[in-house]
């Protein structure tokens, strides 16, 4: 399974991404799938998560900003990030792993993307 992110940036408070997550290699029934991010100096986090029923679980802090969704055949998990604010700025990573239920948001995914930085100024 290979997981490829793409879709960070920098701009200013207030402004929108989307990230995007090419899933290759990963054709199972029942899997998890998230985003994750950490920032310099602070330990990573759970963003965002789906599971292969479509159920999505957010961390309280990006709850009604940021929207987790796949696409159909679902190779693609993409993270809509709206309303951005200077403490979203971190390396975000795309992970997955197979059967469930899922560890979100524990990170103990199997596997996990090279990251994308996401840079938002005040």
């Known amino acids: 399974v290979q997981l490829v992110e793409s879709g960070g940036g920098s701009l200013q408070a207030g402004g929108s991404l989307r990230l995007s997550c090419a899933a290759y290699g990963y054709t199972y029934n029942t899997y998890c799938m998230g985003w994750f991010r950490q920032a310099p100096g602070k330990e990573r986090e759970g963003v965002a998560g789906?599971?292969?029923?479509?159920?999505?679980t957010y961390a309280a802090s990006v709850k009604g900003r940021f929207t987790i969704s796949q696409n159909n055949p679902k190779s693609i998990l993409s993270l809509q990030m709206n309303s951005l604010k200077p403490e979203d700025t971190a390396m975000y990573y795309c992970?997955?792993?197979?059967?469930?239920?899922?560890?979100?948001?524990?990170?103990?995914?199997?596997?996990w993307g090279q990251g994308t930085q996401v840079t938002v100024s005040s």
């Open positions: 789906m599971d292969s029923d479509g159920i999505t």
């Open positions: 992970a997955a792993d197979l059967g469930l239920p899922c560890a979100f948001p524990r990170d103990d995914y199997n596997y």
